[in-house]
């Protein structure tokens, strides 16, 4: 089965609410809750977009962020990140390391969805466009 | 800036209700050179000073005003600061303060120093949120918390068709997150109070030193401890190292042990010395001075027979909390063991005849340069003083970590002071004595006296951190120093301009300005500018 978001998040109560929320929203998710299993769902399901939180336990969200733009066949993934508030710092280094979207926690559902949604868009243009169901 | 002594000779003389020629004759001066004094036109210090405060039953400090010109000085930084910028007061109008209402214009200073506290404990705080990692865990447990309560409210609004079943896991969620955002904050408030707790012990330096500066440097109870314990210790030998060990052993069971240390990693003794107060050793590292081990043995021999005096003296009102007490109770076992070590009437006499030649006290007495120089200060005795001197000890930084203030010499009370002064140009010159006359912006001249002291390293491994350490004492005085000789006193042809420190120095055309000046109205000019000039001010387009 395809999947649309992997969620890497390790809050239990968060991870929750965004597998609600972008379920509900109508994609097919996947969810885990450390950077090893993150780096390996993305090799292995190979999402079309990584919703990544930058506090994981084991590997680091950089870390994962990194790994994704090294390899070529994830170089092009879109990875949303959520940072939180007053972490400047943070971002400009996921910046830096190619994140394509930020949001900052804490946030409201329809700014994940959104954000989510349109970078699904954005990359079914540029695959040709049919990959995106909502 | 000169203090009024001139004024403060006539009031004396007058509420006396002597004449200018009588006190003249009294004092062995002409009542002409006497006119001049008064007037201000003549400086006057030093022996003639003290007859003249001697003739009038007057102590020195009441013809000097030390006291109100170290709160003239603290005001001048105070408004100098940009926080009372639109009550801006210039110095006449500070010294017109502090002479007309004394108590309002202490208060102020108590104030701002206050105020500068606050200021260093908000930086504190806002630098523990920025580098913290325990904090910036918390915050970032609170954020999410947050994060899961406001997405599974919003779900239970928004979602009109929620089933039961997700209706009640939405709203456990918020229940179980609000619980942990309550642990979590609770957490975070007994952090801060700890690192106030913490923060409030930085201040206990400060409190000694306001202390010893009332004190004037002087603790005559710590002289008569001195001298008693100094003429035990002389029972058992020629003072020094052997006879302290003695008489720290006969009286108070103590082995005192030399040794090579360990090396890194192994458990034990660190540093140069230290005490085992439960088996009563006194260990040093091989590596001290001779100078290092007399001083701490007599140290040791002070908090051993002399606990209730130096206790006595820290448990003054001033000393407010345990922190500032212990710093304090170090502090008056250090200077027992300076006048042990340096006893009061035949160091002052060396001195005098040596004329301040601090290394040839040093060894004169087995005592290092900085035990000296610490031990000048305090020479404060009323009939019986030496030059007053001001002392000050930099690290390599240039952060001043110890300071006694010498009246009329403004000192920067935080931070370091200005680049030009000898005790950083000595950090150039590392053992060798630096010396010059300075001149302020206000024309006040000093002598200034600066020399690198470091402790031995005793591994290769160690870093050796130096310090610097420098005297000062107003021009008047040099030519009773050995450091005047060969300097040009009377044209001030050689004098170094120099300034408190950037932030309070008002010499525009100073090259070597590292910091722009506090508040100084028109201070364009007084920092590194672009060689293009180039205008900066609100709109410039250029």
Known sequence: ?134 | MRAPIGIRIVNGRKSQGVSQAELARRIGISASYLNLIERNKRDVGGKLLQRIAAELGLGIEALTGESEQRLIHVLEEAFSDPVLEPARLDSPDIQALVAQSPAAAAAMARLYRAYGDAVSSAEAYANRLNSDPLLAELLHQILNHITAVRSSAEILEDVSDLSEADRLRFRTSINRDSRALSDVARTLIRQFERSAVRRRSLSPARELDDLIIQENNHFPALEEVAEVLRAEALAAGPFGEAALAAVLEHRFGVAVRRGSGHRPGETGFPGQYRYDADRRVMWFQGSTTAATRQFQLARLFAELAAPDVLQGLVDDGRLTSAASRRLGYRAMGSYVAGAMVLPYSRFLEDAERQRYDIDFLAQTYTASFEQVAHRLVTLRRPGEEGIAFGFLRSDPAGRLTKHFPLPGLQLPSVGHACPLWAIYGAFSTPGQVVRQIVRFPDNSRYLFVAKTVARRAATFSERAVPSSVQLATHVLNADRTVYADGLELSTGSGDVPVGPACRLCIRRECVHRQEEALATPGAEGMQREPLVPRGFDLGATD
């Open chain 1, 1 to 134: 089965m395809s999947v649309d978001v992997l969620i890497a998040e390790d809050e239990p109560s968060i991870l929750e609410s965004l597998d609600f929320i972008l379920r509900r929203a109508g994609w097919t998710i996947s969810s885990v809750t450390d950077g090893e299993a993150a780096i390996d769902a993305v090799r292995l399901l190979q999402p079309r977009v990584v919703v990544l939180d930058l506090m994981l336990p084991k590997r680091s969200g950089f870390e994962v962020l990194k790994l994704i733009r090294s390899e070529e066949a994830t170089r092009s993934l879109p990875v949303l990140v959520l940072t939180a508030k007053g972490q400047q710092q943070d971002r400009r280094i996921a910046e830096d390391l190619g994140a394509d979207r930020f949001v900052t926690k804490p946030y409201a559902n329809a700014d994940v969805v959104g954000a989510v949604r349109e970078l699904l868009e954005a990359r079914s243009a540029a695959t040709g466009g049919g990959e995106s169901r909502s």
